[in-house]
């Protein structure tokens, strides 16, 4: 953490993209968070993300809960619209804004308080909803505000920085959500942006609920020999199944890699995720595989990242429920209060 | 990930930081001053009001601090990092003036002269900034220094041939003054005309710092007899500093494009010249006068005319009407060389008054016997050893413009600390070419969790114009100062644009996490995580391209991952924000102070 803003200036060959901002237009105020924290490393990537998307600022709705990921939105996208909502209320708030204006981009920020405790109930339901989002945990296993006691995510047998160890049962929130009928699922590691950018491009494309568990080490009270969601465990545990290339359409499209290393999965926007597999066992559009096999590498200690389960053919809360296409914001007083006569023949419907 | 490259090589080797020169190279200012002057250092005392302090901090490196800050060729300023981030560099120049304008009396923390002195003595031929810099460094160690001059005051170049409306008298009087005031014996107003006769005094070591005297000819049609109106540039500006000179003609045209040529135009602009005139051969962008100097000129109404070459002087009866110049361009062969080409349009005669030479100046040594054993290249400059200065007489050293052909006041200091040295181990028998390294220290700048002991909040703030006096007042009187200097809250807001190039950001392999909050709050991209490389692979695929070769990588040693950690110094603001990212304190702001040994016990063997 620092008291000072980031100076203005900035590298003389940075790029701009298609909108003509610089990766600079896409930040926010200055972190107040501990120095080193993974969620400042996971707002860059969102940051990169979003500049390397040629998003429009205005256009992009953040929202979260409490807790220190929960902050995070203030240190990214100054110039988007932004709700800090109450602790483990963000899902709620989402999904009505959601409603209310399809046309923002959603981004759901929480942590593993905010969504596997007091919140795990909003996570499950906007989840289940298909929300059209990008809900993202920034997932440290402690609760580092009230310094440093496990959370719902700590691993079983996994101590705390004072030697404790944890004897509860952790939530895997990556398979819940799959359970729960997510259509783009996927597991990263604020230490590797080189994944983690991809990642959050193709969840933001994705029309439908994309949900990222995000491993974030808390350095202040979680990132020490005991911990396993420390950098070096997480380092030396991680199996990456594949990585990802985002394309969206005005960028070619080069195959150099052997039939069978790639696979390709467009989404319903026309973004094609290229896939490069790293575990060739591993099908990311195969639920019950994906489900299995995360059990199983979780069996054997070891954190599966990537892009772990997709449906291409996702539909969203809109499409279930039919709803107007034009957000409410922009439809006329008749369309929004059509008066008795409606309300009558409403009523008349349902004798 | 293995950490090597993808040439399968071991990538760069880690920067070995323990060498001064690699943390010198990114003070930029520093390295591309000859004397090396800390410059963030004074700029941060002139910062915290310590004028002063500021002042001797100058003093030590550059001895003329007043003089230098309004007179230097500054080659910190086009090396200043300030240029590469925003439009344009801090004026160190201006603000060493600062220090020497509202400094107290420093006379009490000058070096105090030894009442015994070591009984050798040190013959100085020439009273410009080499010799006075050997005077000043070599006095403190108990030497008897005579200087000689040709003129009848102390100053050389620096009072005869610099213009009193860019340096007053009374700056030069006080900072020669505070080295003759050391008890130099003084030997003015008398050319020495033998050396043998000086060897002859039975001086230990004889320092030559006679400058580049003689002013270059132009031997044209009409020279000869339109010779009362055409003067050789230096010796013109020589006359009008002691008073010799104080009129010209109304039309007057200046031939040559040096700093030289500058201060005659502007001279003669003060002295009754209403239509002067610069008149050079080449183009306007490859004058070799410094650009500042040229906008000065131009500020003071005289129009620089380019690509016209001077080819005969118009006379009639006696008396000068004009010059006749060809028209060139500047043609580019296959290998980028220049020639000027004439254009084949018909000549143009400028009518005018009087003529100003500065095309040129040479060096002069018709006083050195070849009997002395001190031998001369063919272009008439003295055989040197490069590094100590001393001649093919062991006992002879030269220093400044006489050393290697006309550079500037700045060098010519440089030149004296160097000399000085030579002569201090020559006199003690010591091997002259045994050359001191520099003095320097790295220590932490960290107070606090966010307090570093320098303000790392980066200015944004453009250049400050230092005021001008008014023209109709200095046009008038070519004793009135044209530059005012800054007031001292301006002097605050332009030394608060320096970024602190000299506080480092020092890398400790083993302490890193590789969390890359560093790589994320960096606000100019120059640190990053990568696999190690060759040097031109890694500055391609940097998190910001590395295009600017003259500027270091800094590799940390292999990391935790495989990986090393690059740091482009290029543009780093020196913000120190990476290092309050750091959750382990593996960055840390550190200050590196280099400074130079000079002549005493420091430089000697024993």
Known sequence: MTYLAKPRFHHPKLPTNALGYTRRDYEGAVSTLCAGCGHDSISAAIIQACFELDLPPHRIAKLSGIGCSSKTPTYFLGASHGFNSVHGRMPSVLTGANLANRELVYLGVSGDGDSASIGLGQFAHSI?????????????????????QFSATADRGSTSKRGVANHDQPIDLVTMAIMLGASFVARSFSGDKAQLVPLIKAAIRHQGAAFIDCISPC???????????????????????????????????VADYAPGEVVDVMQHDGTVLRLRKLDAQYHPT?????????????????????????????????????????????????????????????????? | MDGRGPEGGEGIPPTDIRDPSYFHKVVDCQWACPAHTPVPEYIRLIAAGRYSDAYMVNWKSNVFPGILGRTCDRPCEPACRRGRVEAEPVAICRLKRVAADYKDDIRHLLPEIPAAKNGKRVALVGAGPAALTVARDLMPLGYH???????SRAGGMIRSQIPRFRLPEEVIDEEVGYITGMGVELRL????????????????????????????????????????????????????????VDRIGKRV??????????????SARRLGGEDVKVIVRSGFEEMKASPWEKEDAMHEGIPILNFLVPKEFTHEGGRLTGVTFEKVAAKYDEKGRRSLVPTGEPDQHVPCD?????????????????????????????RLDPATFQATNPKVFFGGDSAFGPKNIIWAVAHGHEAAISIDRFCRGEDVSQRPPPDFGLSSQKM?????????????????????????????????????????????????RCLNCDVQTVFTTQLCIECDACADICPVDCITFTANGTEADLRGRLNAPAPNPTQALYVSEFLKTGRVMVKDEDVCLHCGLCAERCPTGAWDMQKFLLEMSHAGHACRSH
Not at chain 1, 128 to 138: A, K, P, Q, S
Not at chain 1, 231 to 248: G, I, K, P, S
Not at chain 2, 197 to 222: I, N, Q, S, Y
Not at chain 2, 451 to 456: C, K, M, V
Request: proline fraction near 4%.
């Open chain 2, 253 to 266: 045209i200046v031939l040559g494009g040096g700093n030289t040529a500058m201060d005659c135009c502007r």
């Open chain 2, 189 to 244: 107003g008398k050319s020495v005309d033998s050396l043998a006769g000086l060897l002859a005094e039975g001086f230990d070591a004889v320092f030559v710092g006679t400058g580049a005297p003689r002013g270059k000819e132009l031997d044209l049609p009409g020279r000869r007899e339109a010779a009362a109106n055409i003067h050789i540039g230096i010796d013109w500006l020589s006359s009008v500093s002691f008073g010799h």
């Open chain 2, 354 to 382: 009087d003529v100003l030479v500065a095309v040129g100046q040479e060096n002069a040594f018709p006083w050195i016997e070849a009997e002395t054993g001190v031998e001369f290249d063919r272009w008439g400059l003295p």
């Open chain 1, 219 to 253: 350095v202040a009270f979680n990132n020490h020999p005991g911990s396993t969601k420390s950098f070096d465990f997480v380092r030396a545990h991680n199996e990456a199944v594949n990585r990802l290339d985002v394309m969206v359409e005005r960028e070619p499209i």
């Open chain 2, 448 to 496: 606090g969790i966010h307090e570093w002991s320098y303000d790392n909040d980066i200015s944004v703030d453009l250049r400050f114009r230092v005021p001008w006096a008014e023209s109709e007042k200095t046009l008038r009187n070519i004793a009135v100062e044209v530059e005012l200097g800054f007031d001292p809250k301006t002097a605050f807001a332009e030394a608060q």
């Open chain 1, 128 to 148: 289940r909803r298909g929300v059209n989002m990008l809900y993202i945990v920034e997932n440290n296993g402690v609760y580092g505000l009230t310094k440093g």
């Open chain 2, 145 to 151: 220094c005579v200087l000689f001059d040709r003129d």
């Open chain 1, 286 to 351: 195969d639920k019950r595989a994906a489900v299995a096999y995360l059990q199983e590498r979780d069996a054997a200690g070891e954190v599966v990242t990537g892009l772990l389960y997709v449906d291409p053919e996702a539909t969203d809360l809109h499409a279930n429920l039919d709803t107007v296409a034009t957000p409410l914001n922009a439809l006329d007083d008749a369309a929004l209060v059509p008066g008795q006569a409606a309300l009558d023949k409403v009523n008349a419907s349902l004798r």
